[in-house]
């Protein structure tokens, strides 16, 4: 009986694990799941498909704080961008051209995204639209049915900006004095081939008065 429940143990532990990481995988989601400020990130939204009908649209918002820069376009699917009164992206909406994701599928959304100035974290609210009209709010806390990805902005290594940027600066400086040192050089040289000439036809000319 107890190597029974030996082996039972960790087949459980297994089988929850595995039904945690099948739920997790389950919510749209949006990586990196870390970045750093002012950064200009590569992000990409997964939408898996959870019910057995497809996905024909997908409405992410865009956390305040971030400036979308630019959104990759995917075949048999447009985007629209809503705008703010000030002129700033939103959300963005792709809708399907097409059937959309099917059932037991998932696509991955590509954008980039300028980051905040400040450290903390952004959520990414997202909206799931399926062929029957139901819709998915994708906006609730971290252990909700229904949450909303989070990303965490670190502080960025500013120092190493700034070392790279004296690096570029102490490079192009001494790039030009030594393009100054082989101008002086180069103006210094007819001046020398001229004394030498002149030295030598003085030589000349003596030597033929001797």
């Known amino acids: 009986m107890k190597t029974k ?33 002012n950064a200009y990130e590569k992000y990409t939204m997964r939408v898996p498909v959870e019910k057995d009908i497809n996905t024909t649209k997908v409405e992410l918002k865009v956390p305040k704080g971030v400036s979308l820069v630019s959104v990759m376009p995917i075949p048999d699917w447009g985007y629209e961008l809503k705008k703010d009164k000030d002129g700033q992206v939103s959300s963005v909406i792709w809708t399907a051209k097409k059937a959309g994701i099917k059932a037991n599928e998932f696509m991955e959304f590509a954008f980039i995204g300028a980051n905040p100035s400040k450290p903390g974290e952004v959520s990414w609210n997202a909206l799931q639209t ?6 998915v709010k994708w906006t609730g806390a971290p252990d909700s049915d229904e949450p909303a990805s989070v990303t965490t902005i670190n502080k960025g290594d500013a120092e190493a900006g700034h070392n790279k940027a004296n690096a570029q600066s102490e490079a192009k400086t001494t790039e030009a004095k030594a393009e100054t040192s082989t101008n002086d050089s180069s103006n210094w040289l007819p001046i020398t081939l001229s004394a030498v000439a002149l030295l030598l036809a003085l030589i000349s000319l003596f030597r033929k008065k001797g």
Do not use: R
């Not at 960790?10 to 739920?23: D, E, N, V």
């Not at 399926?130 to 819709?135: A, W």
């Open 130 to 135: 399926y062929k029957d009209g139901s819709v």
């Open 5 to 37: 429940k030996k082996w039972l143990t960790p087949i459980l532990a297994t089988s929850i694990l595995m039904g945690f990481t099948y739920t997790a995988d389950a919510h749209v989601s949006v990586q990196p799941k870390e970045s750093t400020t």
